[in-house]
């Protein structure tokens, strides 16, 4: 178990630009989760999946964000056309089970956008 | 949007005392965590209470969960100052696959 991994651990881009972090849960976690949080602030939910499927995106999001998570693995959450305004600490966590159970979080991408 | 809403916002005491942290949540759940967060690190899972649970230790630790006032408590006896950090509680709502949520968070800061 070697814990859930994020990459990069810092991101800083331009505006405009389009950013792409990648995570990878703990190998039998079915359920993988993107949260973003600004300083202060708690986790806000993105987006999760059961497997390969993507079951609730946040209405806050934008057309801008997408999240992929092929064959049940690693997930990758892209941001496009970024603005400052998405200048977060982007953090994964992934659990086991049926749901509802503890969150293994990685240590998350911090992206600042210039 | 958050779930839930934990207070105090920041809580400064010595070490050796006791910290006592609230959280209050909207809708009916299936259980309630709590996590603890260093400073630019990710969040690390502390506690689980099911909504059938009234009180659970672990360690230093006391969770208490009021389901009818929507409302729980973290209790961390004899504070050292390694538990400097920020407190989440998070809820899983009650009714298959359901996101968890995660509150405003506590700060707290344990003066050595």
């Known amino acids: 178990d070697t814990g859930v991994s994020q990459d990069p651990r810092h991101k800083i881009t331009k505006r405009g630009q389009n950013v792409t972090f990648r995570c990878d849960p703990i190998?039998?976690?079915?359920?993988l989760y993107w949260y973003r949080q600004t300083l202060g602030q708690g986790p806000e939910f993105l987006t999760y999946?059961?497997?390969?499927?993507?079951?609730?995106k946040s209405r806050l999001l934008s057309d801008r964000f997408s999240a992929e998570r092929p064959k049940g693995s690693f997930s990758t959450l892209e941001i496009q056309r970024t603005e400052q305004g998405d200048s977060a600490m982007y953090l994964c966590?992934?659990?086991f089970g049926a749901g509802n159970e503890k969150l293994f979080f990685g240590s998350g991408t911090q992206l600042s956008v210039l | 949007s958050q779930q839930g809403e934990e207070d105090p916002q920041a809580l400064s005491i010595q070490e050796g005392e006791n910290a006592t942290m609230n959280c209050s949540y909207k809708?009916?759940?299936?259980?309630l965590q709590w996590y603890r967060q260093n400073s630019g690190r990710g969040l690390v899972h502390l506690i689980l209470?099911?909504?059938?649970?009234r009180e659970k230790h672990s360690g230093r630790l006391r969770v208490t969960l009021d389901t009818s006032k929507k409302s729980s408590s973290l209790l961390i006896t004899a504070s050292r100052a390694a538990d400097t950090a920020s407190y989440f509680c998070?809820?899983?709502?009650?009714?298959?696959?359901?996101?968890?949520?995660f509150g405003t968070g506590t700060k707290l800061q344990v003066i050595p």
């Open positions: 966590a992934s659990s």
């Open positions: 190998s039998e976690h079915n359920r």
């Open positions: 999946f059961q497997n390969e499927a993507q079951l609730e």
């Open positions: 809708t009916s759940i299936n259980n």
């Open positions: 209470i099911r909504s059938n649970e």
């Open positions: 998070a809820t899983a709502p009650s009714g298959g696959y359901q996101k968890v949520t």
